[in-house]
């Protein structure tokens, strides 16, 4: 025993510290604690805004902008959590909403909508963007292509189909009743923020509160053994890129009322934004794990981003800059993470 | 204290969060010794291990080496000091070419070269050694089945020439013959003076191997130094466990002849594997498939469960034919497969245990889609209770449980799940004897109550002692079926093994 007592004190002074570290670490892992650092963040960037642009950031119709321009991604960055908490990803986002907004612009549908009821329009973008997922998820599951191909492939297609049908033009939209829909306020919350808000608790809602949740969980985090419990993982993989389809195609409806127009060029980019929102938020990208929670405010701190920067005149060059900064610090801090409770 | 201690271990502690793994742990490797570790699921086994291999730091305590106190900061300080390790759980890089792995972190080379032919040449002469020179060093180890992938872990330990070999749990994955031939490469080791610590929950195997044992319980020492051969059973089973056994497995009742059929398999055939495989099971009997690893045992199961898709047969539940090569058909059908590996084929390693275990009954916990959390929770925990798993606690990811308490999670989901036919595989692979008994009352009880049971297992005595019949399948064909007690254990090898033991 005596010779122990000497060893022992070295090894406590060097085992303090990472019992400290593990304290931190567990409730950065647990999902209140990760949901606090963004919001952190959030509260941060907010800060950042007032100091820097004063009364123009802290202004109701401000805020009300950043919440209508967070809400169109926001409903992409949901359906992208559902793939990727399901093992996939999706790069043909952004080239969906453009197609299913021109889809539903053509001057056949407006026409249409005219002469019956503008919803015909918001069903044409539904239908095109859940017909598009369905492909997406056919190719991915039973052709066996690689997620990322299938959809770099679709990527490329729909956004020449877009360009064919409108040829390359912007589509006005000329339907009184749907842009009246899409521009009120419910109880002075714009009806886009109202629709995110509503997807967003349906999501949170479909993610952890039922089959279809969890089985995306298993699907995700081991497939074959999800397959072994019964599980039929290509149907399911199939349902969920349908899914995300789908949320484009209502990010379409969105857009278009946001914009007034339907184009081949809506929707640049929504790929590079939804999956690194998704990230952020802390839905491990390797599949098997991820919160709804975390999407929606990993939107909400790249869209108050977009923003301050705009107000203080910086460059969109900038503000990419800064995004990809972002997107790194999130995923090394998440690999740091997965690596602790992994060990 | 003789002097010929290689290593000695004292007041070792580590801990998780939330778990204190190993609460103070000594005792000590004598040189050209077989030292065996005996403990239950989750007594810090494996985390001893890893501790004196250098994967994971102890928290307090002292490791001496040859006399010296030491700490190995990771692994290849641990490999470099001659200590080498073969753990529970694979650690095999696939990808890899087996000779990659076999000197994965020690690559023969010059002057920054690695020496490729040479890397190849030695692992084939290590897997000869092994009794697998069919293995080809060229192979990515990835597509080798579990048994090959463990052999190549043991040449991995081979080929580093180590003073203390450190093996966990090897037999679980093996056969009696390749049990046999590492038993004589252990003895070689002893004879040349390297120290070898042995794991496993075969008590036959400790009495057979080892010079000493010692005994972990709840991450303490609770004895050290007992003399393998001499100590009886039961007092070995009342320290792992602190209480007494009566009867390992349950007793049997007599099958009803009248009983319906409820699974028959007629004709069924591989590709390659297997072929013209017939066999009945009737409601309330178990039947045990025996044969080497490797035999086909598994591929039939998985083929009856549609996970393969066959070449030929047909495969009926309660009379009606299933559709060939489709896991949803079999489950509609009332069909459960427990998998052979609970890492790859049964676990979902970062979820809640309960998660795991609903997995496959979600609908019956679910209305209109949405399920309820708190009745699958309570459930869980009852199975996870009778099944002793440890430590306790539904919420706890799986990831961090011990091996054998991993294994019971998978197979609590098929018990909970209720199946008309049940196709278990390897059920108790690194189970406790407690937990192991406790786990063949479950399955006798499921059996009483009308399921049709298949058992897969490499042990013959659970085999023999489980099943009502028993089936003994070599190189894909079915070779004997008949009642479990008019066969012994000598008799199913022979078996097994004609033909085979060149
Ligand atoms: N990485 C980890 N994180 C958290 N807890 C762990 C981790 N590894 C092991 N434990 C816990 O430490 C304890 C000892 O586990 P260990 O794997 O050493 O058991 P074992 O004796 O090898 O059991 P088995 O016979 O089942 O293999 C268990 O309670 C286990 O849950
Ligand atoms: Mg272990």
Request: net charge neutral; glycine share 12%.
């Amino acid at each position: 025993m005596s010779e122990d007592t000497a060893a022992v004190p070295a090894q406590q002074v060097k085992s303090a510290p990472a019992k400290k570290e593990s304290g931190i670490s567990a409730l950065l892992g647990s999902p209140a604690g990760r949901n606090t650092g963004l919001v952190v963040a959030l509260v941060l960037l907010c800060l950042g805004g007032v100091v820097t642009a004063g009364d123009r950031f802290a202004d109701v119709d401000n805020v009300l902008t950043i919440l209508r321009l967070a809400a169109v991604i926001g409903v992409v960055s949901v359906g992208m959590t559902f793939v990727i908490t399901g093992g996939g990803i999706d790069l043909s986002v952004g080239a969906i909403v453009a197609l299913s907004s021109v889809w539903a612009t053509t001057l056949a549908t407006q026409g249409i909508a005219n002469d019956s009821h503008w919803i015909v329009m918001v069903f044409t973008a539904l239908l095109v963007g859940g017909a598009c997922g369905l492909v997406n998820g056919a190719l991915i599951a039973y052709g066996r292509v690689v997620a990322f191909i299938a959809t770099l492939a679709s990527l490329a297609a729909a956004r020449g189909l877009a360009e064919i049908i409108s040829n390359r033009k912007t589509q006005i939209v000329n339907v009184p009743g749907f842009t009246a829909f899409f521009d009120a306020s419910v109880l002075g919350v714009p009806v886009l923020v109202v629709i995110f808000a509503l997807v967003a608790a349906g999501g949170w809602v479909l993610l952890n509160r039922t089959t279809f949740g969890r089985r995306t969980f298993a699907v995700g985090g081991n497939p074959e053994a999800a397959r072994l419990a019964g599980i039929d993982v290509r149907r399911h993989t199939v349902m969920l890129y349908t899914l995300l389809g789908l949320c484009c195609g209502l990010a379409a409806v969105m857009l278009i009322a946001r914009t007034t127009t339907g184009s081949a060029t809506h929707g640049g980019l929504y790929e590079l934004d939804a999956i690194a929102a998704v990230v952020i938020g802390g839905t491990l990208l390797s599949g098997g794990r991820g919160t709804i929670a975390g999407t929606v405010f990993g939107v909400l701190i790249f869209t108050t981003l977009s923003n301050v920067f705009t107000l203080n005149n910086l460059s969109i060059s900038a503000q990419a800059v800064a995004k990809g900064a972002i997107i790194v610090v999130a995923v090394l801090l998440q690999q740091r993470l997965a690596r602790r409770s992994g060990a | 204290m003789t002097a010929a201690a290689l290593l000695s271990v004292r007041g070792v502690v580590k801990r998780f969060p939330g778990v204190t793994a190993l609460g103070g742990v000594d005792f000590e490797v004598r040189a050209g010794e077989v030292h065996c570790l005996l403990g239950q699921n989750g007594a810090g086994k494996s985390t001893l291990i890893k501790v004196l291999s250098g994967a994971h730091r102890p928290d307090e305590g002292e490791i001496r080496w040859r006399g010296e106190v030491v700490e190995f900061g990771n692994p290849t300080a641990a490999m470099r000091s001659g200590v080498a390790a073969i753990y529970q759980e694979l650690d095999l890089v696939s990808g890899l070419s087996v000779a990659d792995n076999v000197f994965l972190g020690h690559e023969l080379s010059k002057a920054g070269f690695t020496k490729r032919a040479d890397a190849r040449r030695r692992t084939r002469a290590l897997l000869r050694r092994l009794g697998h020179p069919e293995i080809s060093p060229d192979r990515d180890v990835g597509r080798l089945s579990v048994a090959h992938q463990q052999i190549v872990s043991m040449a991995r330990a081979l080929s580093l020439d180590g003073q203390l070999l450190i093996m966990d749990e090897p037999s679980a994955v093996l056969d009696p013959d390749e049990v046999r031939v590492l038993f004589g490469i252990i003895r070689e080791l002893t004879a040349q003076g390297v120290a070898v610590i042995y794991i496993s929950h075969r008590l036959a195997e400790i009495r057979e191997i080892g010079d000493r044992v010692t005994v972990l319980k709840d991450g303490r020492t609770v004895a050290t130094g007992l003399d393998a051969r001499e100590v009886k059973t039961a007092d070995l089973i009342a320290l792992m466990t602190g209480r007494v056994l009566e009867n390992v497995y349950p007793r049997r009742k007599p099958v009803d002849p009248a009983a319906p059929v409820v699974l028959q398999v007629r004709g069924l055939a591989d590709e390659d594997r297997f072929r013209e495989v017939d066999f009945t099971v009737h409601a309330g009997e178990v039947v045990g498939l025996a044969g080497l690893v490797g035999s086909g045992r598994s591929e039939i199961l998985e083929t009856v469960y549609g996970a393969r898709k066959a070449a030929g047969g047909t495969v009926e539940v309660d009379g009606r034919r299933l559709r060939r090569g489709s896991v949803g058909a079999a489950v509609r059908a009332g069909m459960g497969l427990c998998p052979e590996e609970r890492k790859s084929q049964g676990l979902l390693l970062d979820q809640a245990v309960y998660r795991n275990i609903t997995v496959s009954s979600m609908s019956s916990f679910a209305r209109f889609g949405f399920l309820d959390d708190r009745a699958e929770r309570a459930r869980a925990a009852t199975l996870t209770e009778s099944l002793d798993v440890r430590p306790a606690g539904v919420e706890r990811v799986v990831r961090g449980l011990s091996g054998g308490n991993q294994q019971k999670v998978v197979l609590a989901r098929w018990l909970l799940r209720e199946c008309r036919v049940l196709l278990l595989d390897e059920p108790t692979r690194g189970v406790d004897v407690g937990a192991r008994s406790e786990i063949y009352e479950l399955i006798r009880a499921l059996a009483d109550s009308g399921v049709a049971v298949v058992v897969v297992s490499s042990d013959v005595e659970e085999v023999l002692g489980l099943a009502d019949r028993v089936l003994v399948v070599r190189e894909g064909r079915v070779v004997h079926d008949g009642p479990a007690d008019e066969i012994d254990e000598s008799r199913v090898l022979d078996l097994v093994m004609e033909g085979h033991a060149a």
